[in-house]
């Protein structure tokens, strides 16, 4: 158990990409010698921001290959609160993703990436919001570990800590966060518990990258007076690698394909601009890291490691990397004598993977199967080759963290594969695989990591791996692979994926919520699927006793590992209105598995998985519904009719060309869904039998839209203004301004407390001028700011109603919200 310790601390401790890396790398001549070129130099530079794109990939990519610097960038938080424009995943899952994307973005640029606990909670206008839903102490102390443990000397902060409420208020925080840090990380009583894994650290400098963004247009940062920034020509190009850094910034940039931030490159000399917050100036005023020696110098003895590697340089065979690896060990030697320290650690890891690098030493631990069961046994295929004449002595393989079962001393010829395949028993606890930050719940502003050790580290903790102990010119050096899933696919060829420690069995409920309007029974479907062969138990479900479930529970034989049996259960809700957890447990041999694994596989990321509670929520409402027959016209997607249908309304969804006046003739209500009239250019053109609907005495109700782009200007039957104007606190007060409204009262009434219990945010892009034919029904603001009347807009028109809305329904119906649910059947219900 020592071990195992021991083990996770270093990995924490010096925690490069390539530990986590799936694939095996080769690096070929140019990119060896463009990271002994980065042995050389001794400073950091760490960049902060608030999410998954935030950061500048030309800069990151200039710092970390063109000054060889060590450039990390802390994104506060994963990004969960975005748009998906690759899939359905959204919050954690969309989180998981964008990690995924960011990691992959720095194997690209050269950076190195690290996350705070914050969650990405939605949209924030203003700092003081975001700092009471985020911990704000957690994550400043997320920001000061991050820059102990990496040394930043400098630090870079994207964006302005003095011009709150211009920018997204995580954005701000981001940077009031890293100057507060800046003052404080060097102070020993400030987070003392962090002091028994690094130590305190004062960075030189902290800068502001401005841009002309933050001056409103290119013409204004064009006549801005800048000589007080800090100017640094980003243009270079790169003539080993055929690249200019614009072009590798934006082959990072288009790693964010779950944003679809797809970016071309451009070449030539261009400009970044840093304005100096705090630290010292710089005497030349485009070096960042005067007064720091970046040279060997700065550690003590490091002077002969500085002589040998610029010889090594010097002399780098690109015909012969390997011609290098001597001298490499012998640098290897001087800085494993050092005296114990930051760079002496950082420069190790490095300089072994230059050596395996340049003698073409490939290591690989693989296995056939994507995911295992612990307790099981794994046959995990070993390759060493050694692509060199270096002499070179295999001394052991182990499973880590069994150090050095199995040894031997084996000569390793040039170009002649050792392979070897060995059975590994996982233990009986092996942790199942899941990204470490959700393992446990957290809140709405933060996620919950326990061990400080693994706060920051980007990506999904792997267990399983293999050491492999290798003479190097006669000096031992220990590597580390983890075990990962090889294949052949017929078409993409050769196929490297982590490998997945799963449960036996997992389950999961058809939908994420059951909607009950009446006492009317609904069929539940639970999907068991099965980690490995002959699994044979029962599933039942989990339910408070005043709601039935029948059958109690339902046998299953499943004969191979990845199949899956459906079981089919019907529930009965309770007689009065209530809200509840559905859990699906699985038992077999009188242990109960009730986890959901949802797997995420995208061509650009590695294949990711999540085990949740395998889960539904049941609600029982007691809603007067009118009106039954809704017809349903699509905009950008949502899931607005799946909860009306759950809700009992007969709901039919129409592509807007499909619209004609006979085949609206048996619904009473026209829906559309948010963005419709910016998404489908047909609804122009349909407008007029829309409006003829309601004029003949029907209901038409129209969803958010934002300002662009509308494909009519006539989108309701009298004009309106759509604005940017929302209300993002969900639990914002609501004022009735028209009390006696039907909307408000029939068939159900409406109180404060329907406005209770709403997810992320009330409503957006509401209307900020409208015709006296509207009425104004409510009215809410975020703290600070002024009433916002346009939410909810309803006027008679002909013998009917249009109804407009801003309201989140959206979001409201599919999680299930009651007070969203009772407002709904109410603007369904208008005019009856
Ligand atoms: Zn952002």
Known sequence: MQQRYSYFFILFFYAFQSIWAQQPQKPNAVELYHQIQKLNFLGSILYIAAHPDDENTRLIAYLSNDLKAETGYLSLTRGDGGQNLIGPELREQLGLIR???????????????????????????????????????????????????????????????????????????????????????????????????????????????????????????????????????????????????????????????????????????????????KGEAPKEPSNLFEGIDTTWNRVKKGKPIADLLTAVVKNFDFKNPSASVPDLVSAYGLISDLEDSHWKTVKLQEIKKIIAGCAGLYLEATTDVQEATPGSTLKVKLEVTNRSTIPMKLMGIGAVPVYRSNQKSVDLKNNVPYTETNNLELPGDTAYTSPYWLNQPGTIGMYRVDDQKNIGIPDVLREIKVGFWIKICDVEFDFERNVVYKYNDDVKGEVFQPLDIVPIATSSIAEKVYIFNNDRSKTLTVKVKAGKDNLQGTVKLDLPVDWEVTPASIPFTIEKKDQEVMAVFSVSPSKEASEINIKSIVTMEGKDYSQNKIDINYPHIYKQMILKPAEARGIRLKIKTKNEKIAYIMGVGDEVPKSLSQMGYEVSVFKAEEITAEKLQDFDVVMTGIRAYNVVNALAFKQSILLDFVKNGKTMIVQYNTTDDLVTKDIAPFPFKISRDRVTEENAEVRFLAPKHPALNYPNKITANDFKGWKQEQGLYYPSEWDSHFTSIISANDKGEKPKDGALLIAPYGKGYYVYTGLSFFRELPEGVPGAFRLMANLIAIGK
């Open 99 to 277: 990690t995924q994307e960011l990691i992959e973005a720095r194997k690209i640029d050269g950076g190195e990436q690290f996350f705070s606990r914050a969650n990405d909670f939605g949209f924030s206008k203003n700092p003081e919001e975001t700092l009471q839903i985020w911990d704000k102490d957690q994550v400043l102390s997320d920001v000061i570990w991050t820059i102990r443990r990496f040394q930043a000397d400098v630090i870079i902060n994207r964006f302005d800590h003095r011009s709150p409420g211009t920018t997204h208020g995580h954005h701000t925080s981001s940077a009031l966060l890293s100057v507060e840090a800046f003052d404080k990380v060097n102070d020993p009583s400030v987070c003392p518990n962090q002091l028994q894994y690094c130590t305190p650290w004062q960075p030189k400098r902290l800068f502001f990258n401005t841009s002309w963004w933050f001056y409103g247009s290119k013409e204004k940062f064009e006549a801005a007076d800048k000589s007080k920034l800090t100017k640094l020509a980003i243009g270079t190009y790169y003539a080993s690698l055929g690249k200019s850094n614009q072009e590798i910034a934006a082959l990072s940039r288009s790693r964010h394909q779950s944003q679809g931030f797809g970016s071309t490159g451009s070449r030539g000399e261009e400009d970044e601009y840093l304005e100096l917050l």
